[in-house]
């Protein structure tokens, strides 16, 4: 059996993620990134640019719109009452792809470092718009958007992140 080359490359400035199977373009999903912009540096709420892979799938089986925190389940679903009761939380949904930087010195090790800045794609409450950027640094999706690229990506899978 052959594999298939995936790659998913999110474009900042059009606010999207491609799925890309073999070279073609396969799915394409509305995304919002980090209200700050992109950059690279710890403590900066920017999208990290570059070369990425994905580290970890996180979620797998969990049902559609439950919460996570520290990458962690809480048994949580989330509905509007749930987020009127913590207005506080960045609410992050049904999946995490955890992503960690493969360019040393621009987006891996020391204050740049990807992995250790909690960068994800995920999933957010799905009134959250789409297409403009208002995250802490990661790249949220509605949550069957999600649900759809977590089931077809594999830890390992490469990510680029362009803006």
Not at 43 to 59: L, N, V
């Amino acid at each position: 059996m052959v594999m298939c080359e995936r790659l998913i490359r999110v474009d900042l400035l059009e606010q999207q993620l491609e799925l890309l199977e073999g070279g073609r373009v396969a799915a394409i999903y509305p995304v919002s990134t980090a209200r700050n912009g992109s950059g690279e540096q710890r403590g900066s709420g920017c999208t990290p640019r570059g070369w990425h892979r994905i580290r970890i799938k996180i979620g797998a089986g969990l049902p559609l719109n439950a919460v996570l925190v520290g990458r962690r389940p809480t048994g949580e679903i989330y509905i509007p009452e749930l987020a009127d009761h913590y207005p506080e939380r960045d609410w992050i949904l049904s999946r995490v792809l955890w992503l960690t930087g493969l360019e040393a010195g621009f987006n891996r090790g020391g204050e740049c470092d990807t992995l250790r800045r909690y960068i994800y794609i995920h999933g957010c409450p799905d009134h959250q718009p789409m297409g403009i950027p208002l995250s802490h640094g990661c790249i949220r999706m509605h949550n069957r958007d999600l649900l759809e690229l977590f089931n077809r990506v594999d830890a390992g899978d490469r990510v680029f992140i362009a803006g």
